[in-house]
């Protein structure tokens, strides 16, 4: 069932395109087993690696997958469009309308160029995208403090070593008060990724690098990619806080571990844990990779949390679909009583489905500011 699945839009596209056109069998067959292949592109991605979420094809290879499968689903999603207008249009009065090939072989086409712009998209270096938060309690000393938020950067074949490299130039020239990072760092196993992953220790800002897990981590051996990352100089706050000081004012930056932790054995997030011991007065900036848990964070007096995993839902409409995944969070700035939340739309992006449309990635720099 799990390689049919994927196989369907393949199936819809050669019903609906490929076995009516009035092609030489021959090219029939041979477009036939190209779409097959495309869509098997996770099953492949196992057989390479062992798991669906790290591909270990050469990049170009990675890329091409990415570019066929998303045109494939752009296709399909196309041709139903197109097939429902028909069959509304077939009960109306007046109707009967048929969708002549001519439709069909455009709506492969555009799906060809959408889905080669939506990859071009996926694998550029994030644009700056300034976001500001007003804080009640906000200490006078951290008005103006600055935040870079990293999420979801998923370093691969995909978003290699060269990828991570101008990231982290780019991040580090933003000069920033502080970086953090929400999860999902890698895809892959440290034997294959410790070439990519040696920018990270270049990150640097005056009040540190810090972190939470994201669900990939636990793929991957957890534990070592946790010493690794700590050897890079990236601290985690694995339901745990540290204390930012300004003269006798103070900031608590906490995070909890992934929801996702107890079906791989670990600690699943606990907020109070986390802040166990942090000073009572002072406003709490909360990292935690996915958003669900917005809400119990605000009911605990969280003033700030920065989340990922959604990817933005990398296509607009789609958007929608991962928000009902999410507690209704996907992209963007929320106000959930007196926390603010923001969602990143991702760094990078899962080298299984690296697509984006109206939904760019972004470095996202934060501005705390004291609000009466």
Same mark, same amino acid.
């Given at each position: 069932m799990i390689r049919l699945i994927p196989s369907l839009p393949a199936v819809y596209v050669i019903a609906r395109v490929v076995w009516p056109s009035p092609w030489p069998l021959a090219l029939k067959l041979?477009?036939?087993?190209?779409?097959?292949?495309?869509?098997q592109y996770h099953l492949w991605s196992r057989l390479s690696s062992g798991s669906v979420f790290a591909p270990e094809f050469p990049r170009p290879v990675v890329v091409l997958f990415n570019w066929m499968f998303g045109a494939l689903a752009l296709t399909a999603a196309m041709l139903l469009a197109l097939d429902a207008s028909a069959l509304i249009g077939g009960v109306l009065p007046g109707g009967g309308w048929v969708v002549a090939m001519t439709w069909r072989y455009a709506a492969g086409l555009a799906a060809l160029v959408l889905a080669a712009l939506a990859v071009g998209q996926a694998l550029r270096v994030p644009p700056l995208k300034d976001v500001t938060v007003a804080i009640p309690d906000l200490p006078h000393g951290f008005d103006g403090y600055t935040i870079l938020h990293l999420s979801d950067l998923h370093i691969s074949r995909l978003f290699d070593m060269r990828w991570a490299e101008a990231v982290v130039a780019h991040a580090n020239a933003l000069r920033t008060d502080l970086i953090v990072v929400t999860g999902d760092f890698i895809d892959g196993s440290l034997a294959s990724r410790r070439s990519d992953v040696a920018p990270l220790r270049a990150l640097t800002a005056p009040d540190g690098v810090w972190a939470v897990p994201g669900n990939h981590e636990y793929f991957?051996?957890? +534990? /070592?990619?946790?010493r690794h990352l700590a050897g890079l100089g990236i601290r985690m706050l694995a339901n745990a806080h540290t204390v930012l000081r300004r003269a006798? +004012? /103070?900031l608590v930056v906490a995070g909890v571990t992934d929801r996702s932790a107890p079906v791989t054995g670990h600690p699943g997030p606990d907020l109070a844990a986390a802040l /166990?011991?942090?000073p009572a007065d002072a406003p709490v900036v909360l990292l935690d990779h996915q958003p669900g848990n917005a809400a119990r964070s605000a009911a605990q007096g969280v003033r700030l949390q920065l989340s990922g995993h959604t990817h933005g839902?990398?296509?607009?409409g789609l958007d929608r679909l991962v928000a009902r995944g999410n507690a209704g969070f996907?992209?963007?700035?929320?106000?959930i009583g007196g926390m603010r939340?923001?969602?990143s739309n991702g760094t990078g992006l899962w080298p299984g489905f690296a697509l984006r449309l109206g939904r760019p990635s972004e470095l996202t720099r934060i501005t705390l500011r004291t609000s009466s």
């Open positions: 041979s477009v036939i087993v190209l779409l097959l292949v495309a869509s991957f051996d957890y +534990e /070592a990619w946790m006798d +004012e /103070a /166990a011991g942090a839902g990398m296509i607009r996907v992209s963007g700035a929320y106000q939340l923001y969602v």
